[in-house]
């Protein structure tokens, strides 16, 4: 296969770097044309930390199996990541900042200052992908969770996320 080399621009906004709780769809245009969503979130599971959308953007393009989730997700479809025309990243946050790491603090008493944000920020996160699925969107992953959101900050981040998907302020 022979390569050409071509010139790219990528803009990202000075915010995108700041970490915290933040969700995020990604819009991908394939060879083809067509387009694809993925949601997610930051804010890890598994440790105290919330990264910033920049990072999760190259974790998700990137190689590492436990990081690469819309990589993995585009490969199911049979999509090569390489091959797509565009990436869009769509993020809205923080809307929680990430917990201080104060010198001395114990993994147990960050964690328990961590989950329940993380938890209210993955309750948005699986709203969201639900609505962009329920609007008509085409979405490459389910976001599966049983934690609760207030509902007035629903209203907002599915309003934010309305102006880039404009088939969402239409749904119910």
């Known amino acids: 296969m022979t390569i050409m080399p071509a010139t790219h621009c990528l803009t990202l906004p ?88 104060a010198d001395g603090a114990d993994r147990a008493t960050l964690m328990a200052a961590h989950i329940p944000l993380r938890d209210e920020v993955g309750a948005y996160e699986r709203d969201l992908e639900v609505a962009l699925r329920q609007a008509g969107y085409r979405l490459l992953n389910r976001v599966n969770c049983k934690w609760a959101g207030d509902p007035g900050r629903w209203a907002e981040i599915k309003q934010a996320f309305a102006v880039h998907f404009p088939k969402l302020a239409e749904a119910t």
């Open 14 to 101: 000075g915010p995108m770097l700041r970490r915290g709780f933040w969700l995020y769809v990604w819009r991908v245009e394939d060879a083809h044309g067509n387009e694809w969503l993925y949601v997610g979130r930051t804010g890890d599971n598994s440790s105290p930390h919330a990264s910033a959308p920049y990072t999760r953007m190259g974790q998700h393009l990137g190689t590492s199996k436990n990081q690469n989730a819309l990589r993995a997700r585009l490969k199911d479809q049979g999509i090569e990541a390489e091959e797509c025309r565009a990436f869009h990243l769509v993020a809205h946050g923080p809307l929680h900042a990430e917990i201080e790491h």
